[in-house]
């Protein structure tokens, strides 16, 4: 059984809990995709589907099966034959497969779901434990709506489906009731009191309903748990489920709770812009670990602490969890240490600079927007100070022909050092074709990773500001530009990011 006593597993979610979230559902080259990711990740298993729920479900687990060779292949039934039959043939290409079996095990699930009683549903329980054994060597078993279930009855049903051949014990808090302290009582009882428990891994599956699904899967884990369950960005029924990226973390920055797991934190950010991508589902700018806030610091007292020595604000290291840096955010409450960082990160030399002054012009213009860009810096520097980019690439003259009887393409003379170039080049659109023409100019190796246009006001007359992130040798770098003229504010954005690396 368990080698390392410390070691959590990990049972993604994702697919199966996440996915029965409406508008989730994905096809299947889409779960393949995810599914992939997990595996990159370091997830110990992946809960691949309910096979007898749709033809469409069903053929997802099968291919999910051939495509993943190292995390388990994991398929939910309920407590039947028929769900069973269909999940083991859905697993059949699996390399390690696993049946997730069970039943309602609260007195509320027992009568009025059910209109039941306990020993029947124990019966049901285990016959469909055994019935599953049958098929496949693990099975994992859960007790729904554990988290309310009378604890004397939990510790029997678990103590009987173990007999029958459960490997895997999962006490879900299906309604996101315990807190957290009940929570993990309620595992220290099964581990104190089940004859037979260290035959099986017990599993925490706790969902968010009054936000405490992490705390109290930690909890789990802390009174004995060693399998967590969880998804991606936390998504998952109502309120969702444990966040995979949260409990882990929690795991990693607390060493002194000595439980780890084998998942590769430096993919969070990238996968679960792919799962809220593809299950278009946004992440809360605020969320833990993910969330576009999670390292961005906007106020000055924490600003200036962050600039003298980043722990006094971070408990965490963005690099841990795929981000590159930390951000610096100026609003009208950030002061003159986050301003002059800023101004030396886009080239302005402070000593030849008057801060004090500079800072009054920026409160008044921070006062009046909520976010202070690049571009707002720059049209402050401008008053009467240097151009930082006084050598870099400008753009001279712009013509673009497009529309549904051409084929798009864009004339771009620019000037760098005093020397201007010219190029013609074709594309899909007027931006992409003007961006080709200034790449052949450049004749650099540079990517474009986001693109944004956003009316400031709305109304087809409005000036646009376009957002550019893009990346060369490895590293990115922001472009903004505003017009009128959605070409041109692109061009603006691309050459604004160029002229930062130059
Ligand atoms: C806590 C969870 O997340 S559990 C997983 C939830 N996920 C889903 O439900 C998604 C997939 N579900 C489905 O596609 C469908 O609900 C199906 C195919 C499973 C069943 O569809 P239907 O046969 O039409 O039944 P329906 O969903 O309306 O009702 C559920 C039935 O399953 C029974 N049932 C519910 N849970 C269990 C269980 N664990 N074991 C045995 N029977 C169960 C209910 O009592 C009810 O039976 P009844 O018809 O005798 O009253
Ligand atoms: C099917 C079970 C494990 C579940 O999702 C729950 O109880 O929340
Ligand atoms: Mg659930």
Known sequence: MLHDPNRVYVFDTTLRDGEQVPGCQLATPEKIEIARALEALGVDVIEAGFPISSPGDFQSVV???????????????????????SAVAALQYAKRPRIHTGIGASDMHIQYKFNSTREKILERAVEAVKY?????????????????????????????VIAAGATVVNIPDTNGYCLPDQ????????????????QA??????????????????????????QVECTINGIG???????????????????????????????????????????????????????????????????????????????MNPEDVGVNSSDIILTARSGRHALKHHLERLGYEIDRINLDQVYDRFLILADEKKTISDDDILSLMSDGSEDPYKNGYKINALHVECGDLTAPSATVKLEYNGIEKEAKATGNGPVNATINAIQSIAGKDILLKEFTIQAIHGGSDDVSKVNMRVSYEGKSYLGYGFSTDIVKASADAYLDAMNKFL
């Open 237 to 315: 029924e109502r309120a969702g489920n444990t966040a995979l990226e949260e409990v882990t973390m929690i795991l990693k920055t607390h060493h002194a709770l000595n439980l780890h797991t084998n998942i590769n934190t430096k993919h969070f950010s990238e996968i679960s812009a792919m799962v809220s991508r593809m299950m278009r589902m946004p992440v809360q700018p605020n969320k833990a670990i993910i969330g576009q806030n999670a390292f961005a610091h906007s106020s000055g007292i924490h600003q200036d602490g962050f600039l003298k020595h980043r722990e006094n604000y971070e408990i």
């Open 132 to 160: 599953a054994k049958q098929f496949v060597e693990d099975i994992e078993f859960y007790a729904e709506d554990a988290g309310r279930a009378d604890n004397i009855f939990l510790a029997q049903m678990v103590e009987a």
């Open 183 to 198: 929570y993990g009582s309620k595992i220290l009882y099964l581990k104190e009191n089940v004859k037979n428990i260290d």
């Open 201 to 226: 891994i017990i599993s925490v599956h706790c969902h968010n309903d009054l936000g405490v699904a992490t705390a109290n899967s930690l909890a789990g884990l802390i009174n004995g748990a060693r």
């Open 63 to 85: 291919e999910l099966s051939k495509a993943v060779s190292e995390p388990i292949i994991c398929a939910l039934t309920r407590a039947n034959k028929g769900d069973i039959d």
